[in-house]
Every structure is written in C-alpha cells, then in structure tokens.
C-alpha cells in the first residue's frame, strides 16, 4: 500500500499494518485476536483492587428481525437509495450482532471491543452509491468492531482508540437498539456508522470534552485513493440536561487527491434528556466539487431531523422524527433529490434476566421529489425497469432482542 503525498508515510504505514489494515490480505482476525490478546494479558482489570462481582469485561448479543409493509408493493421488495431496513414486503433478518468489550479505567488502562455481525443492514452501510470498494467489503462487512483503546495518565485522561470504532458523527446507530425509531434518518443512513484509524479524546472540564481523529476516508470500506482523512469534535454538557456537539470532517474521497476535491462534511447535534423526555435536534451540511464530471460541479448536500421519546409508563415509550434531506447532485444518495418524511414509534419492551425484547410498531412517510427523485411502486416502465412514485407510506413490526452481561 503506498500514502501518495502524506509527509508521515513510514508512521501512517506502520500504524494501519499494526491494526491489520491488511485484513483484505486475509491477516486481520488473526492481527486483531493477538492485538487484544496482549492488551488484556498485559492489563487484565477483571476485577478492579478492593471491589468483588466487578467486571470490566462485557459481553453480549443482539437480534434484529423486521416485517416492512410497503404500501407501494415494489416487484423487486426495495426501498430505493436506503441501505437500512431496504428489505419490504417480506420477513427480513436486518442485523445479527455478537460483541465482547474491556473498559478502561485509571486501574486498567487497557481496553478492547471485538464483535461480528451479519444481515440485511450489514451489506452496504459503509460506502456511498458507486464508490470503489476495498478488497474483501464482502467479508469485512461482518466486522461490527475491533479496536484497542488505552488511557493514558496525561492530565484529566487521555483516552486513545486504534482500529475499527464507532463513528464520531452522527447522532443515530447502525443498531435500531440504540435508536428511539426502527428506521434511520436519511443523515444517519449517508454518514459513516464507523471509522478505521486512530481517535483520541480528553475531558478539558467537566463541561467540555474535545476529540481528534485520523482516519483512511468518510466510509471505512470504500478505497478511492490511499489517503488518510482528518476531523474533530467538541461536546459541552451546558446543563445536566442539555447537551451540544459539533464534528467537522475533511479529506480526500475521490480517486483525484488534490485539495480542491476533498469532501467537507460538518455535524451538529443538540440533544436534552430528562428521565421520561428526550429532544434531539440533528443538521448536516457536506460539500465537495466532482473530480470526474465536466466543470468539476461542486456538490452539496444538506439534512436535518428532530427527534422526540416519550417514556409514557412501564414498558410504553412513543417516538416521533421529522426530517429532510436534500441531495442536489445525487453525490450521497445516488439520485438528485429532496427528501421529507415522518417517522413515528410505539415502543413495548419486555425485560427478563439479561434479556431484553422490544417490539415496535412504526409507520413512516416519505416524499422523494427533483431529478432523480422517487420510490418503487409495482409496474414497469420497461422491462427491468420499475415505475417510481414521489410517495412512500410505510408500516412494520420490528422485533429486537438483546443479551447483555450485567
């Protein structure tokens, strides 16, 4: 592998084999099982001196199967331009989930997370529509996440994390566990869900946690180049409620390098959370100018959602999400379009030991309009050519099951 322009390639090299960049070379399980082997033989921290039942090593496993009703009954059971819950009109496994992870402490500094994943909402979540794929995607997918992290006694604690990780931007998660909705947003679905490289964050105040992070590009299975990506982050904790973040990200996301054709993605979250309410408002904005098209066009897109959870009693919770999406040049979706839609949730969750079962009736709305805009209804333009509408209504029964050690 060669870093075309990078001024640190020996370190950059050296690094990304360390994390065993190489998987595509079929050594990554094996790098990353010894990885993690040496950090817990070197730090074990089962139980922290002086305390007894505590552990610092997690475990667990999650299911998540779906039944999608799309009122537009498409032939080919797809939700165009979407990478998560895609699956309509039929059973659908979306996400199946195995994970271990070692916290760190100022005792254990050492700290790990491994885990294995598969279904419909592994298969094309970490790449944009027509970007080139590493070799391997196909097997590299399954990786829910492997990476190292380390605590290092500088000040406050600086908390350094190598590997494959969970993204910095983004408000929504791959897993419809994490999430107030079954369904993501549109931002959720067009920015990364996880990252590959290196990440370092350290708490300033009580208030205000600063993050930095170097990455191999904005979708950590595509490879348009050999170049390293760049960002960071700032969190403030204004009141115990209310929280603000920003992430700024920037690099080179096409095959052309050169700085005028790096891709600038920005965003920012506001979020307050009581016991029983929680509001969280998301906007997105990234830009960059098309290498391959004729006048190298600059391309915008632009979206935002607010999202709402009420814990009503028991087991109840309701849900709301209205959002927008704006894709001028198709760069994120793969179509020119602008996006409405609202999203609402009825939450029942059933606890038993370690196990929790959620289920969740949803319907959702969707309006597709511009160029490129619409959905797949039944019928054909021609043949091998679904009909689109501007309109979508959706309604479906998500089932999550989850398995966590305590």
């Given amino acids: 592998m060669r870093i075309r322009g990078y001024p640190y390639k020996p370190v950059w090299m050296a690094l990304l084999t360390a994390l065993g960049y190489w998987t595509v070379r079929g050594g ?182 600063v993050a930095g992070f170097i990455v191999n590009g904005y979708y950590h299975l595509s490879h348009p180049n050999d170049q390293p990506s760049y960002g960071g982050q700032w969190a403030y904790k204004a009141t115990p409620q209310l929280t603000l973040t920003q992430t700024v990200y920037g690099g080179p996301d096409q095959t052309n390098t050169a700085l005028q054709f790096w891709r600038f993605y920005a965003n920012h979250i506001v979020e307050w959370k009581g016991d029983n309410l929680t509001f969280a408002a998301s906007y997105d904005i990234g830009t960059e100018n098309i290498a391959d098209r004729p006048g190298h066009p600059r391309a915008f897109v632009m979206g935002g959602n607010v999202v709402a959870r009420w814990h009503v009693t028991g087991p109840w919770a309701l849900a709301v999400r209205p959002e927008f999406y704006w894709d001028r040049n198709g760069r994120w979706t793969g179509s020119e379009q602008f996006v409405k839609a609202v999203t609402s949730t009825i939450e029942y969750r059933i606890p038993y030991k370690w196990t929790n079962t959620t289920l969740r009736l949803e319907h959702r709305w969707d309006e597709s309009t511009g160029a490129g805009g619409g959905f797949f209804r039944r019928g054909e333009v021609q043949p091998g050519v679904l009909s689109l509408t501007p309109n979508q209504h959706l309604v479906l029964l998500g089932i999550l099951w989850t398995f966590d050690s305590p």
């Fill in 28 to 209: 990554w399980l094996a790098i990353s099982w010894a990885l993690l082997a040496s950090a817990a033989a070197a730090d074990p921290g089962s139980v922290p001196s002086g305390q007894t039942g505590a552990s610092l090593w997690h475990y667990g496993a999650y299911l998540d199967v779906g039944y999608v009703v799309n009122a537009n009954f498409p032939e080919n059971h797809l939700w165009r331009n979407r990478a998560t819950a895609a699956r309509h009109n039929e059973f659908a496994p979306n996400m199946a989930l195995a994970y271990v992870r070692k916290d760190t402490t100022e005792s254990s500094r050492w700290g790990m997370e491994l885990g294995v994943q598969g279904g419909y909402d592994s298969e094309r979540f970490a790449f944009l529509q027509g970007e080139r794929e590493v070799g391997g995607a196909d097997t590299l997918r399954h990786i829910h996440r492997a990476n190292v992290s380390y605590l290092a006694p500088v000040g406050k604690g600086l908390t350094i994390t190598a590997g494959l990780f969970n993204s910095l931007i983004g408000y929504e998660s791959l897993y419809a566990k994490d999430n107030v909705n079954y369904t993501r947003s549109w931002i959720a679905d067009n920015t990364p869900y996880m990252m590959f490289g290196v990440n370092a964050k350290y708490p300033v105040t009580d208030k205000l946690t």
